[in-house]
């Protein structure tokens, strides 16, 4: 192991890559910390020391901006104004044929496609920052507990210094989107993936150090250990993939035999990857969104539903709360993998080139048997998900650990992801110029 890390340094292409990767990631992480224009960086401080009720979109937001939301920085909006937007245009390929058309295209139309999720990203960035700086001038950005300081976090509210805010904020989501779309070109993995493992390791010693102020060293030891198990059986499980072989018929073309070859067809236990958490969250956060613009005015009564939502929708530790977040979760991978994985259009492009599953009778029942192992393969799947989203909500209420505990939900599932991904480019890169790898 430690030869194969010295060779990827002493290989000069290669150590010029991950040289590029890491001097962008570091620059990412530095205008995290720069705060916006007309900020008051002394309160946003104290509001942090002094509360972390944060939950639902914004939870999420902080979670993938690597804290830099509640610090309302140039880069406080992260990548997801762009994850969102990549999620819109995937989405929309199911409903405009435009789109489709576009997709299988090749080269060309996904061009097309990725100047389109740019155009929706900045719009969703002036829309989202729009949000963000209303809710912090309003002195609900830190919730109930924040104090008496939290409702002065602008030390300027006029309207040119809304739009400047707005117009800081937008332009870091470009350079954010710009650096990612870098290091894919000239450094190592993907730069927009890349970009969240870096925000999201970089909370991860804030929340293992609250835990063990609040309840010792003892109980961070157990963490670390569970985190390790959930950790190896992230690893198993993304790495698990139902292989259906195909076998394609020989075919003369002139004097050439074509054909005659054995593959398979690779369908992962977890298909969807972190959507359907990113869905559930976002959708469970809607009614805790309208109940905070039905507050009554001081000195009146809420209304029922109000109260109701705020008792039931609004934490992770509510037992209701974490039965429709594990049933969206749920429903969410079918219907995500439904509108990604087309076996109609797989069975016909088998159809196409002469391949069939031995056993199956090509065109319509192909399709059916598809259709059959997606269906059996996606409930492990979504069960699987929704417990390794559930992971920081039962964290929360056992440990006392907040609602961003590392070892579970859409952190860890990118760590995983990501990590391995990467290590994978990088062995692949090694193999080219030593026949072999980083991994044995």
């Known amino acids: 192991m430690f030869s194969a890390i010295a060779r990827i340094f002493r290989t000069p292409d290669l150590r010029r890559k991950i040289g590029f990767t890491l001097g962008m990631v570091a620059l990412f992480r530095l205008g995290s910390f720069i705060p916006a224009p007309f900020v008051d960086f002394n309160s946003v401080q104290q509001c942090l020391a002094a509360t972390s009720d944060t939950s639902g979109l ?19 909006l992260g990548i997801m104004p762009y994850i969102t937007a990549s999620i819109i245009v995937q ?33 969703l960035a002036i829309l ?10 309003s002195g609900a950005l830190f919730g109930s507990s924040g104090g008496p300081a939290c409702t002065q976090l602008l030390t300027n509210d006029a309207w040119y210094a809304i739009m400047l805010m707005v117009l800081t904020m937008t332009a870091g989501t470009g350079v954010i989107m710009w650096m990612g779309e870098l290091i894919t070109e000239r450094g190592v993995g993907n730069g927009m ?22 309840k010792g060293w003892d109980t961070l030891a157990i963490v670390i250990a569970i985190g390790l198990l959930v950790v190896a059986a992230v690893v198993f499980v993304e790495q698990s993939q139902r292989r259906i072989p195909v076998q394609y018929a020989k075919r003369m073309v002139g004097r050439r035999t ?6 398979y067809i690779p369908i992962k236990v977890n298909m969807a990857g972190v959507i359907p958490v990113i869905f559930a969250s976002s959708l469970l956060y809607l009614p805790a969104l309208i109940a905070q613009f039905n507050q009554p005015a001081p000195g009146q009564e809420p209304q029922p539903w109000v109260l109701w939502v705020t008792a039931n929708l609004t934490g992770g530790g509510q037992p209701l709360y974490m039965a429709l977040y594990f049933l969206l979760i749920v429903g969410f991978t079918y219907f995500y993998v439904a509108i990604t994985f087309n076996p109609e259009e797989v ?24 259709d059959y192992v997606l269906t059996r ?25 907040d609602q961003n505990f590392p070892f579970g939900g859409a952190s860890i599932l990118i760590i995983v992801g990501v990590g391995l991904e990467t290590v994978k480019q990088i062995d692949s890169q090694l193999q080219q110029r030593h026949y072999e790898g980083l991994l044995r």
């Open 58 to 76: 914004y939870e999420l937001v902080n979670l993938f901006s690597g804290g830099a939301l509640l610090q309302l920085s140039i880069f406080a």
């Open 91 to 123: 989405l929309l390929r199911v409903v405009i044929p435009h789109f489709e058309a576009l997709y299988k295209e090749g080269q060309s139309g996904q061009s097309t496609l990725t100047q389109y999720t740019r155009y929706l990203t900045i719009a």
């Open 128 to 137: 989202q920052s729009t949000t963000l700086i209303t809710v912090a001038r």
């Open 193 to 214: 993936s890349l970009l969240i493992f870096t925000s999201i390791a970089s909370m991860f010693p804030a929340s293992l150090g609250r835990i063990a102020s609040s």
């Open 258 to 263: 074509y054909g005659g070859n054995n593959t």
């Open 347 to 370: 069975a016909d492009n088998m159809k196409k080139y002469g391949g069939f599953i031995p056993g199956i009778r090509a065109g319509r029942p192909t399709a059916e048997y598809l």
């Open 377 to 401: 393969i996606t409930l492990p799947g979504s069960l699987y998900l929704g417990i390794i989203a559930l992971l920081p909500l039962v964290a929360f209420s056992a440990v006392g650990a």
